[in-house]
Every structure is written in C-alpha cells, then in structure tokens.
C-alpha cells in the first residue's frame, strides 16, 4: 500500500518553518506497512496546489495533506480540493458550533473569519479535531483517498490518531513489513558499517540496512518488505547487535535519556546535574521523558563563575589557576552538586559553548564533562564546533551516553 | 530566479529523521530574491532520485540536493548524478588525502569505505567540505545548475555558506523581493487578522501576508516581489505594527528570548530562574542566544520538593497546604531563586507536564508561572494539554513572553 505526503504552506519553502508534520505521518504509516513515496511541499498557491493533489495522487492509495486550513486568506487548501474534485461548497452548522463553544470555553473573542472555516467540499467527511478549530477532511479522488488536516502539529497528530491510522490499520491492502532500530553511541558510521559487513553477507537480500549518524550516536535501521518479514528482521537484529557491542545502548524509538533512566531506576539510584555552558540542556534532555522524577532530583545552573563557588562550592583557586573550563572544576563541579542536593550520582558541564570566548589554549568548542559519585568520578574533554546550538547539543548527550557508561562500569 | 530543493533519503520518509535542511536552505535563498517552488523528499532509491532530479531541473535555474554522500552503502546520490549526466566517474586524490588528514587529526580509525567516497561524476566541481569528508559538487544539467551536498546539516550549511550563497549573490538573474516578519505575542491568530483588515485594503495588491501561530506566539509575514520591494514593504510594517500594539515584541528572525535578552541589558538587571515542571527548558532558552551571560546567572532546578524546601526555601507548610502546584508556591520559590541566586529579577514554573500526575482540582497541563523581583510579583495560571513536550515548551516561552511584559510595565 502506497502513500503520499504533501505540506502546504509557503512558510515551508521560505524556511521560516521546520515541517516536523511530514515526518511524523511518516513514521505513523511506515509502521502499519504504508509506503511512502514521496513527500512534497508547495507554497500557497492555488494552481499549483491542484497541479501537486492531481499528480501524486496517481500512484498511491492515500494522500496526506497538511496546512492551509486556518481561517486567514492565506489558507486555500479547501478550495483548492474542491475545484481539483469539481464540487461546490456546503455550509456545516456542527462545526460553527463547536468553534463557539472552543472560543467560550478559553475566553477568546470569536471572529468573523470563522463563519469561513465552516463551509467544506460536498461528499467531503468531516474529522473531528477536539485541539483546534479546523476539522480534518476525508474525501475520494479516482483510486486516492485524500486526507486533509490543519498544519499545527498537535492538531493534526490528533486528527490522525483517533480518526486516519484506524481506518488504515482496518484497510486490508497493506502488505508485510518489518523494522527495527539500533541505537549505537560512541562509534563512527563507517566503523559501524565496517563491522556489520561480513554479517551483511549471509542475511537475505530483501534486508534493507541504513545509517543515520547524529550527534554523537550511529542508528541502524532494519527493514523487510514481503514475507515473514518480523522474523527476519528480528533474527538480523539479534546477528547485528552481537557485531555492535558494546555500543549498542538501545532500539527502535527509544532516546538516550530513557535508556538512561531505565539504568537510574532499576540500580535505585538517584541523579542531580550541574551545568554552566549547555545551560539546563542536560536537565531538559532528562526531564523530557516521563517518570524522570523517580530518579531526578534537580539541577544548579551555575552560569557565572561566581554561582559556581558559592552553590556548588567550586574553590575560587582552583578557577583562577586552572580556568571555568578545566577538568578540575567539573569534578568539584560533581562533588558540590552530590553535597548540595544530595543525590548519589551527579553530572557536570563546563565549555565555551560560542560563538565567542574561546583563547589559543581552549577555543569554541572546548567543553569538559564529568560523571561520577562521591567515590569515583570520569572526566572527558570534547573539541567540538563553533555552533553554539550543536555543542549544547551534542555535549548534552555526550554527558548521557558517559552517564550509562559509568552505570554499566559500576 | 527560480530554485528547487530535492531531500534524499529513506529516513526522511519514514519519519526517523526530521528534515530540517530544506527550511534552512529555503530561509537563505529566498533572502537572496531565489523563488523555491518546490521542495521534494524522495527514498534511496537510484530510478526515484534520477527521475526526480530530471523532472525538477525542468522549470529552474537551481536544483539543491541534500543526502545520500556518506561512505555507506545506502549513499548512491553521486551514481543517480552520474546517470543522469551521462558522464562516468573520477577518482580524486586530493579529497582522500583530505580525509586521511580528517580522521588522524579526530583520532579516528579510517575505514577502506572511503576510498569510495572518493570518486565522483567527471565535470563536476568540488566544493570543499571542512566539517566532515565528503564534499559538495556543482555540476550543469541542461540550464539548471546541480547542487548536491551532504546531508548533516551543520556540513550542508557550511558548503551552502562558503561556495554556493556567494555564488547566488553573484548571479545577475535574481529579482528584487523584501520580506519582513512582524512577532506578535498574546493574542490569537484570528484577533491578528482582524486587527489588520482594514489597513490591508489600502496596501499594494503585490505584497503578500501570511500568519504563523505557534506556542502563543503568532508571527506575520509581510512580503513583496517587484519593483521598489523594500519600501513597500517597509511602509506596510511599520502601519501593521502600529495596528498590533502592543502584541508586538519584534521583527524578522527575533526569538522572545533575544527580545528579552535586549531589555534585560538595557536596564541592566540580573536575572536567574527557579524552574519545576519545566525541568531546565527556560533556562536552556535563555542560554542559547548568545551573550545571554551578561544578564543571566543561573537557575536551580528544584524537580523535587526536598529541593524546593532546601535551595529554594520554599516553605514546607505552603506547599502542604496549597499544594507544590500553585499561586503561593510559584511566588516562594521567585523570592528564594533572588536570595539564593542574587538576582534582580527571578522566574519560577511548577505545574504538572503530565502525561500522567493530574488530579481532579489540578489536571495535566496546569502551570503557574511567576515572574517578580523583591517588590512585585506577577502569577498566571495555564490550562495547557497532556503533551509534555507541548506544555514544557509551550510554559516556557510564555514565561519569556511574561518577563517582556514585566519589564515594560516597570
């Protein structure tokens, strides 16, 4: 069963935004065996809407369509679908309806812009969207079934979860497949590459293999299209782990943080963080995962050095001869962070995060991390880049993937 | 002048990895007066990408292409090139040296998949890649000059930064088009339109206005192409901001935190934060515009009511009797981060991001935000969703907006 994706909005196109929608539909319908072929964005332009809805619902069974359904005049997708489908428009009182009750209920004023958003294409069925005040739509085009949802994220995943992904799970077309994810930490794509090869040899060939390197982790995806294709991809997983370790910290949609957190609560441990350059990144990273607090106690950003001594006790000597960013202040770092908020494990962050502030001996991108207890504590020195936003990033979960090292080293 | 932007890779539609190129190369060029009519995802898939790339140089002068270089065997974007050219392959040993000295230098093994990495289709132009091993090519293809780069974005935005936008400035083709973008914040998407109505009707009928809600915030983008671009649409910024008072909080590619970061070294005040459900999120805000240490000193993140007490001296009497989620708690832990922290000002967040914690009184998604110094205290309750992702994003950027407003009405 073939689909296709296409994002309206010339917000798109002129990058001011990220189109995190199509991606998630994505992810949504390859995991009940949808294909997707191709994914498309176009501005805000009538003729070439209809042009895009004509052309890619030719091959495929389902086209996904997201953005142009607010209620400004940059928003024509409706009648975009109706003039592509040759129907005229019907006024819906349901949906009049809810919206006022929508504006009432967050004590908004109700515009006149809102009477427009209440007329649909005929033979079009409405989809209930309880998050905004645009319905999705479900319509037939030849052999296509179109799907058409607001561009704002949490509205359109709701629209699909409750009304587009149990129609697809009931609809008998969709064929077999499989797949999975590694997650692999501290090893590069061609040394992941190189050591799965000789396995790669003498597994089927309809096993499709691919890298995605970010920030510091290698993933490897594993998909089978056809038959048994769970069994072989589960058996190339077990094969290819055994090749993996011990780099391999997890599968599937699995982040590093709830890796970590498994590790935190099943050795009934507790953690607190200290970080000056990733600035509450770390904390971020670690609270995002729910049930975090059963291990998580807290943080003390200490951005300014003179918040380092006095929360967390770095000794003020130690700054002046060795510098913020130096191995001997992240492990006072630690140190002070276990006394203060007494918790067993602490980490510790300290860098030039940039653009500015580097010298000759530490530039941009220098970044000192630590893992430890009051016993025993790890130190590592990143030479990272000069974007600011990256070096958060990627010594944020640097200090994670150490972080379930130092667990597994205990 | 017209370009195209074609994405390469499986992972993009199958939802493992959000493209995040497109907008960025999109947002670059459009500010050069490029066009980008479309912008395509497509699999690793040699007879997708070659029909792609031929269909999509058709109607522009320019193709980006962006995936499919790495040293593993799912990178074939240089072979679907070659096809389409028609042209064979090179072997170019400046690029291996470049790789050998890349690797040694990181300290990292180099794997024989590189020598693949090598070779590339004959009349191309290298563009240099300093952050990782394959470079970028531009080649001709009919009248449409092919951009291919690696798919890492901080590697694309570097090729794209020093090869291929110089060159776009250069071209004589581009047209002239101005875009502005007004940063509204308290008020809704409809509420915006309605305000600005009137006054579009007496603006030119070739400026373009779209609107784009997102976690409280709605931005309008004021655009023109055509002769005398800048000034139209200069002229039209300055009436809309005059009808969008005083939601306005800034201009273009402005975030609310470099708004506020602005205001806060005007009035020279320190700032620190006090932060609970929004477990580092504020602070992480904050701290990535760069120079935000010249106002901002730190934050204790209290995830636990020990901490709450103990850092932050929150009163153990008030949270039992009001809960940790409320009013009375919120204002504590603002007067406690000053003393703690000694700032001018502090900001403090408690709520229950959810998905799960709620209770009948206070449900997932409540969130108290205060925002004060010693003197004046200012609270807002939010009724936010079960997304926790959502509510900690979404309580954060509103805590910014509310600090903008407190420092207004000082």
Redesign the interface.
């Known amino acids: 069963m073939k689909a296709a994706i296409l994002a309206i909005?010339?917000?798109?196109?002129?990058?001011?935004?990220?189109?995190?929608n199509?991606?998630?539909?994505?992810?949504?319908v390859?995991s009940l065996g949808v294909t997707?072929?191709?994914?498309?964005?176009?501005?805000?332009d009538k003729p070439?809407m209809i042009q895009?809805i004509k052309r890619l619902t030719r091959d495929v069974q389902y086209l996904f369509v997201t953005g142009g359904l607010?209620?400004?005049?940059?928003d024509i997708t409706k009648d975009a679908l109706a003039e592509t489908l040759g129907v005229e428009m019907r006024y819906d009182q349901a949906t009049y309806d809810r919206i006022v009750t929508y504006f009432t209920r967050r004590g908004?004023?109700?515009?006149?812009?809102?009477k427009e958003q209440c007329y649909f294409p005929i033979g079009t069925q409405l989809l209930e969207n309880t998050?905004g005040t645009a319905p999705g739509m479900l319509m037939k085009y030849n052999d296509c079934s179109i799907i058409s949802m607001p561009g704002?994220p949490?509205e359109m995943k709701e629209i699909m979860s409750r009304h587009v992904l149990p129609l697809l799970r009931a609809d008998q077309r969709s064929i077999t497949y499989s797949?999975r994810?590694i997650h692999t930490a501290g090893i590069?794509?061609?040394?992941v590459?190189?050591r799965i090869a000789d396995t790669l040899t003498i597994l089927p060939p309809s096993l499709?293999?691919?890298?995605?390197?970010?920030l510091g982790t290698v993933?490897v995806?594993v998909s089978n299209r056809g038959p048994q294709s769970e069994a072989i991809v589960e058996d190339a997983v077990s094969r290819l782990t055994d090749q993996l370790q011990p780099y391999v910290y997890g599968y599937d949609g699995l982040q590093i943080q709830e890796a970590v957190q498994r590790l935190m609560i099943e050795s009934n441990l507790t953690l607190s963080?200290a970080?000056s350059c990733t600035?509450?990144?770390?904390?971020?990273l670690?609270?995002?995962t729910?049930g975090?607090?059963a291990y998580?106690?807290?943080?003390?950003?200490?951005?300014?050095n003179?918040?380092k001594e006095?929360?967390l006790k770095v000794n003020a000597k130690t700054i002046q001869d060795h510098g913020a960013v130096s191995e001997q202040v992240v492990k006072e770092m630690v140190k002070g962070c276990i006394e203060?908020?007494?918790t067993d494990i602490a980490i510790a962050a300290s860098g030039i995060?940039?653009?500015?502030g580097g010298t000759e001996a530490k530039p941009v991108g220098t970044v000192y991390l630590c893992i430890g207890n009051k016993e025993r504590q790890i130190v590592r020195k990143f030479g990272l880049?000069k974007?600011?936003?990256?070096n958060?990033r990627y010594s944020s979960r640097a200090a994670l993937i150490m972080l379930r090292k130092f667990l597994l080293d205990q």
């Not at 909005?9 to 995190?20: A, K, M, R």
């Not at 499709?208 to 970010?214: D, G, K, N, R």
């Not at 600035?279 to 971020?284: A, E, K, N």
């Not at 995060?353 to 500015?356: D, E, I, V």
């Open positions: 909005g010339t917000e798109l196109l002129i990058g001011q935004t990220i189109d995190t199509s991606a998630w539909i994505g992810e949504q390859t997707i072929t191709q994914s498309l964005a176009i501005p805000d070439v895009a607010g209620p400004t005049r940059d908004l004023a109700l515009s006149h812009l809102h998050m704002v949490y797949q994810t590069a794509e061609s040394s590459a190189d499709e293999i691919a890298y995605l390197p970010t993933k995806r963080t970080e600035g509450g990144y770390i904390s971020h670690i609270t995002s729910p975090s607090s998580y106690q807290g943080s003390i950003i200490a951005y300014s003179r918040l006095s929360l203060a908020l007494g995060a940039g653009p500015t880049n974007n600011r936003i990256i958060i």
